[in-house]
Every structure is written in C-alpha cells, then in structure tokens.
C-alpha cells in the first residue's frame, strides 16, 4: 500500500450527483402524491421521506470528504454474496420501475427506484472506493469517521483463496471497532501507520 493521498474525486463526484438526485427526487415524490391522493399518495410522500433521507445522507458524506482533502484510498472488496445480494435488490427495484411506469403512471416512484438502484450499484458493487485511510483515522464511502483514538488494536490477516486479500479488523477491547477486505496480501505501509499511530498489532486468531 504505498499511495500518495489525494482528493477523493470520484467519490466526491458520486455522492454530488446523488445529493442532487435525490433532493429533485424528493420534491418530484411529494408533487407526485398530490396528484394521487389516497393510499398512492401516501406511499409516494412516504418514500419521499427516504429520498430526503439518502440527500441527507450524501451531504453529510460529502461534508466528511471534502473537509478530509488528502485521503489515501484502501482498495476494498465485498464478500461474494454481498454482490449477489446487491445485484438481486437492482434486478428488483428495476423490475418494479418498469412496472410502475407502464402501467401505474408513477414516474416519479419508478425514478426513485431506478436512482436507488443506480445507488445501491455504487455503494454495495464498490465502484467508488468503500475506505480510506486520513491522517488521523479512516473514512467510509458514506463518510463514517473512525478515529485512531478510539481504537486500540488492529489485525492484518491474509485470507485463503485464489485471490490475495488481507482482513483489516481493529477495535477497542473486546469491541470490533472496523472491519474490512482488502485487495492484495501486502500492507506493510498500512500496519506501519497503524503502529505509528499507537495501535498495538494483535495476533490472528486472538
């Protein structure tokens, strides 16, 4: 892992166009369930809450990744069936668009599906990166801080299989602070860091 830190362009540029969508998306939805009334109506001003939700969600990521600037990115990958599930939940919420738009009329329901789907390709298919490491701790792709103060250890771990991957874990006591796969099996810059950051290397298995 011998990087250079940089601004995080893509995953920047991910959550701004999602910001964007789905704050349009949520005023679309609550113009929508006007227009329906009843139980419809409901639904639509219901998922305009989450539409909302997800715009909340991208600011305060966005937030996170610009105040960082300079972050060094760890290439990441999911377990197998993470991506299948991802994959199915896509597979159904674009179903469940084409069927809104041809036979309920609902394009503003059928467009917060197709952008969740687009979201869920992003985040959960890792095509921005899942986590990065700052100088005083790591960041999520959703901007979630974990701080080098509040861990006290950290593992390395190659795992078996045909691909190198390492399992990064790190906690404080007993509690499992973060946790994730790393592509390829050497990361000798990453432990050093850790170690200079004060974190104590605990043995597999422990």
Not at 24 to 33: K, M, N, P
Not at 92 to 101: D, I, Q
Not at 107 to 117: E, V
Not at 134 to 159: M, P, V
Request: net charge positive.
């Amino acid at each position: 892992m011998k990087e250079t830190p940089r601004t995080p362009t893509s995953a920047i540029l991910f959550h701004g166009v999602a910001l964007a969508f789905f704050s349009g998306c949520a005023v679309w939805l609550v113009r929508e369930s006007q227009r329906l009334g009843g139980r419809q109506g409901l639904i639509d001003l219901g998922v305009a809450v989450a539409s909302g939700g997800l715009a909340l969600l991208s600011l305060l990521a966005l937030f996170t990744l610009l105040r960082a600037r300079a972050l060094v990115v760890l290439r990441t990958r999911a377990e197998v069936g993470t991506y299948l599930q991802v994959l199915a939940a896509m597979v159904v919420l674009g179903l469940g668009a084409l069927h809104l738009l041809s036979t309920d009329g609902r394009p503003a329901l059928a467009g917060f599906c197709l952008g969740l789907a687009g979201w869920l390709c992003g985040i959960g298919l890792h095509l921005i990166p899942a986590l990065f490491l700052a100088s005083d701790g790591f960041i999520d792709h959703l901007g979630k801080r974990t701080r080098f103060s509040e861990l006290e250890w950290f593992q390395l771990q190659k795992t078996r299989g045909d691909f190198p991957r390492s399992e990064l874990q790190a906690g404080r006591g007993n509690q499992l602070r973060l946790q994730a796969r790393l592509v390829g099996a050497e990361h000798e810059e990453l432990r050093r860091t850790l170690l200079q950051a004060g974190l104590s290397a605990r043995a597999p298995g422990r």
